[in-house]
T-cell receptor
C-alpha cells in the first residue's frame, strides 16, 4: 500500500503555544487529503478536508481559526494547532487518497498540551 | 453516506478464521464497502473494499450479501498481530470530494493464543 508520513510522531507543548504537524505522501499526489483526530478509546473523527490551492473545508464544530490547514503541494499538507490548550491533546491523523480513491493513513501525531 | 453497525468486540483463537460482520442496510447502489483496521496507537490500515462482488487480497476476503445490506470480513488464519479495531465504512465512490471516511465505533478483535 501507499506510504504516508507524519512529523512529528509526538509532541509536548505548553498551553498557549502553536504546534505544526506535517503530513506527506511519499508515493502519489493528491489534490485533496483529510485530517482526523482521535481521543482515547474513541473512534476517529474527521476534522477537515484539505484542498490543494484553496481553503480547507471544515467539519461542523471544528474551529477553522484554531486548526489552520495548508495544503502546500500535492504531496504535503500541514495542520497547525494554534494557541493549544489541554483539551486539544489528542491523536492527529492524516490521510491521502490514491488514484483509486483508497485512503492511506499516516502513523499519527500524538499531541500533549500541558 | 450509509451508516454501519458492527459488534463492539469479538474474540478469535490464533490460527482460526476470524469472521467480522457488518450491517449496512441503508447502503445505496453507488456506495462501496471499505474495511480498515487500527492497531493500538497507529494510523488506520487499509484492508479491502468492494461494491457488490466478493473480493480477496493477501490480507483478507470480503463477502458481500446479494442484497448488499451486510458484509463479512474474513481473516483466514488469524495471528496475534491481527488484534486491532476493525472498521467497516460505507462511502460513495467517484471523485476525491466524496472520498472522506466517516468512522463508526468498529469491532475490537482480540486474537488469543
Amino acid at each position: 500500500g501507499a506510504v504516508v508520513s507524519q512529523h512529528p510522531s509526538r509532541v509536548i507543548c505548553k498551553s498557549g503555544t502553536s504546534v505544526k504537524i506535517e503530513c506527506r505522501s511519499l508515493d502519489f499526489q493528491a489534490t485533496t487529503m483529510f485530517w482526523y483526530r482521535q481521543f482515547p478509546k474513541k473512534s476517529l473523527m474527521l476534522m477537515a478536508t484539505s484542498n490543494e490551492g484553496s481553503k480547507a473545508t471544515y467539519e461542523q464544530g471544528v474551529e477553522k481559526d484554531k486548526f489552520l490547514i495548508n495544503h502546500a503541494s500535492l504531496t504535503l499538507s500541514t495542520l497547525t494547532v494554534t494557541s493549544a490548550h489541554p483539551e486539544d491533546s489528542s491523536f492527529y491523523i492524516c490521510s491521502f487518497p490514491d488514484s483509486q480513491e483508497t485512503q492511506y493513513f499516516g502513523p499519527g501525531t500524538r499531541l500533549l498540551v500541558l | 453516506d450509509a451508516k454501519t453497525t458492527q459488534p463492539p468486540s469479538m474474540d478469535c483463537a490464533e490460527g482460526r478464521a476470524a469472521n467480522l460482520p457488518c450491517n449496512h442496510s441503508t447502503i445505496s447502489g453507488n456506495e462501496y464497502v471499505y474495511w480498515y483496521r487500527q492497531i493500538h496507537s497507529q494510523g488506520p490500515q487499509y484492508i479491502i473494499h468492494g461494491l457488490k462482488n466478493n473480493e480477496t487480497n493477501e490480507m483478507a476476503s470480503l463477502i458481500i450479501t446479494e442484497d448488499r445490506k451486510s458484509s463479512t470480513l474474513i481473516l483466514p488464519h488469524a495471528t496475534l498481530r491481527d488484534t486491532a479495531v476493525y472498521y467497516c465504512i460505507v462511502r460513495v465512490g467517484g471523485g476525491n470530494q466524496g472520498g472522506k471516511l466517516i468512522f463508526g465505533q468498529g469491532t475490537e478483535l482480540s486474537v488469543k493464543p
